[in-house]
Nanobody, 115 residues
Framework: QVQLVESGGGLVQPGGSLRLSCAAS????????MNWYRQGPGKQRELVAG???????NYADSVKGRFTISRDNAKNTVYLQMNSLKFEDTAVYYC?????????WGQGTQVTVSS
């Protein structure tokens, strides 16, 4: 079993920055992929960024150049650095982890971009 706890969300003005964290606990050695997803108001959940255990990353086109995903395997934590935030980045952000047998979701953290 793996447990995921996100933190770092909040209210920020357009152009501002936030860093989200996702701390994994439990059978963390079984995790090989971790992603960030988001779900905005009235929208479907979408993939924002992903990172493999060896650090290979991928990003949604909408966040490329603004968001950076990173991973500290020693701390079992994944980060999402979000810069140049836009109104349309407002969403609940979810952490996701994949093992050989199943996937896990965190409870989500709210990010609101508003002036």
């Amino acid at each position: 079993q793996v447990q995921l706890v996100e933190s770092g969300g909040g209210l920020v003005q357009p152009g501002g920055s936030l860093r989200l964290s996702c701390a994994a606990s439990g059978s963390t050695s079984t995790i090989y992929g971790m992603n960030w997803y988001r779900q905005g108001p009235g929208k479907q959940r979408e993939l924002v960024a992903g990172i493999t255990r060896v650090g290979r990353t991928n990003y949604a086109d909408s966040v490329k150049g603004r968001f950076t995903i990173s991973r500290d395997n020693a701390k079992n934590t994944v980060y999402l650095q979000m810069n140049s935030l836009k109104f349309e980045d407002t969403a609940v952000y979810y952490c996701w982890a994949q093992t050989a047998t199943r996937v896990y979701w965190g409870q989500g953290t709210q990010v609101t971009v508003s002036s």
